[in-house]
């Protein structure tokens, strides 16, 4: 099976009134669970790296390892760069083999991230790849930058944006945020559903990409304490909203933060459990089954792309 674009599977979600998860990979088992819980829910799945995620594992060995993933389970995978800060960066992704690409143009002006978006659309249509661009900011960190508030995107910027880039899909700003830490602790979650509603409305058809989109289970966040750790007042995005988000314009969901969390608990646990273990298939192969479970009940309840291939 060769890796995909997310031409087909956005339209599809966006027909079917459901969303694909994209899920950041960074090595084999964080890789090996995200497919074995789409392949055990039948869902196609979108696998994302980030530049510091090619800097870490290469280029090389995550396409191979994707490429493997998707001879063996048979289903739809996509191979997408996840915020690709300038065209250096897609054309290395581009060579590498990803079928998609995001271009993260959103830290500069509207006539900047334009002109920028548009050259990375151009370079990677005529390879048959997709583009993913950004207007609006998420509060919080992303990769070095750090903003203090939202600045939410505008719906009539949205529409001159798209016509005038050709871009693919759009993430945009509505109240999510990177990392596990989305919210003061007595601060109510919400999102700009107001905001998405007239997007949709003014871009019809036309997929939407929620980026800082994990719910950050208390559960798991307690379970890493309880086994050592000490991560104080995480708060993601509740699941509710996400489903309802899904069920919109929203055809692409990223989430790293709760794979992050699945796993480092599940191997705290080991390490907690078994001191006297040092197998690294013992606690890397419990953070490999912790991933599955969380992209088999993202895929159940929240996506909604069970049984989609
Ligand atoms: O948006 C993301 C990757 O691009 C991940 O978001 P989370 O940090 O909420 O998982
Ligand atoms: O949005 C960012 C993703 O969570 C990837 O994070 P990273 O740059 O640490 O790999
Ligand atoms: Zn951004
Ligand atoms: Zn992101």
Redesign the pocket.
Same mark, same amino acid.
């Given at each position: 099976m060769p890796l995909v674009t997310t031409k087909e599977m956005f339209k599809k979600a966006y027909e079917g009134g459901y969303a694909i998860g994209a899920f950041?990979i960074?090595n084999l088992e964080i890789l090996q669970g995200v497919v074995r819980g789409a392949k055990a829910k039948n869902s196609p799945v979108i696998l994302q790296c !980030?530049t !510091?995620?090619l800097k870490y594992a290469g280029p090389k060995y995550l396409r191979a390892m994707v490429e493997a993933a998707a001879e063996e389970t048979g289903i739809d995978i996509a191979l997408h760069l996840?915020?690709g800060p300038d065209l250096e960066a897609v054309k290395l992704a581009i060579a590498s083999g990803f079928t998609s690409v995001m271009f993260d143009g959103s830290h500069y002006d509207f006539e900047e991230n334009v002109r920028r978006t548009k050259e990375v659309v151009e370079y990677a249509h005529a390879h048959g790849v997709v583009v993913e661009a950004e207007l609006g900011v998420l509060a919080g960190v992303?990769?070095d930058v750090v903003a203090a508030e939202h600045v939410y995107t505008d719906p009539d910027q949205a529409v001159e944006f798209v016509e005038r880039t050709g871009c693919d899909s759009l993430a945009i700003a509505i109240g999510t945020s990177?990392g596990a830490f989305k919210f003061p602790p007595d601060y109510e979650p919400q999102l700009r559903f107001d905001i998405l509603e007239e997007i949709q409305r003014k871009l019809p058809n036309f997929p939407i990409v929620l980026?800082g989109a994990s719910a950050v289970d208390p559960e798991t966040v307690e379970m890493c304490n309880k086994y050592g750790g000490n991560i104080a007042n995480a708060k993601g995005i509740p699941v509710e909203m996400l489903r309802k988000a899904a069920s919109m314009a929203v055809c692409k969901i990223n989430m790293?933060?709760d794979l992050r969390l699945a796993m480092t608990a599940a191997i705290r646990k080991v390490f907690a459990e078994n001191p006297a273990e040092f197998d690294p298939r013992k606690y890397l192969g419990a953070g490999r089954d912790a991933i599955q479970k969380v992209v088999e009940y993202k895929i159940e309840h929240v996506l909604g792309s069970a049984n989609r291939l």
């Amino acid at each position: 099976m060769p890796l995909v674009t997310t031409k087909e599977m956005f339209k599809k979600a966006y027909e079917g009134g459901y969303a694909i998860g994209a899920f950041n990979i960074n090595n084999l088992e964080i890789l090996q669970g995200v497919v074995r819980g789409a392949k055990a829910k039948n869902s196609p799945v979108i696998l994302q790296c !980030s530049t !510091s995620a090619l800097k870490y594992a290469g280029p090389k060995y995550l396409r191979a390892m994707v490429e493997a993933a998707a001879e063996e389970t048979g289903i739809d995978i996509a191979l997408h760069l996840d915020h690709g800060p300038d065209l250096e960066a897609v054309k290395l992704a581009i060579a590498s083999g990803f079928t998609s690409v995001m271009f993260d143009g959103s830290h500069y002006d509207f006539e900047e991230n334009v002109r920028r978006t548009k050259e990375v659309v151009e370079y990677a249509h005529a390879h048959g790849v997709v583009v993913e661009a950004e207007l609006g900011v998420l509060a919080g960190v992303e990769d070095d930058v750090v903003a203090a508030e939202h600045v939410y995107t505008d719906p009539d910027q949205a529409v001159e944006f798209v016509e005038r880039t050709g871009c693919d899909s759009l993430a945009i700003a509505i109240g999510t945020s990177h990392g596990a830490f989305k919210f003061p602790p007595d601060y109510e979650p919400q999102l700009r559903f107001d905001i998405l509603e007239e997007i949709q409305r003014k871009l019809p058809n036309f997929p939407i990409v929620l980026h800082g989109a994990s719910a950050v289970d208390p559960e798991t966040v307690e379970m890493c304490n309880k086994y050592g750790g000490n991560i104080a007042n995480a708060k993601g995005i509740p699941v509710e909203m996400l489903r309802k988000a899904a069920s919109m314009a929203v055809c692409k969901i990223n989430m790293d933060t709760d794979l992050r969390l699945a796993m480092t608990a599940a191997i705290r646990k080991v390490f907690a459990e078994n001191p006297a273990e040092f197998d690294p298939r013992k606690y890397l192969g419990a953070g490999r089954d912790a991933i599955q479970k969380v992209v088999e009940y993202k895929i159940e309840h929240v996506l909604g792309s069970a049984n989609r291939l």
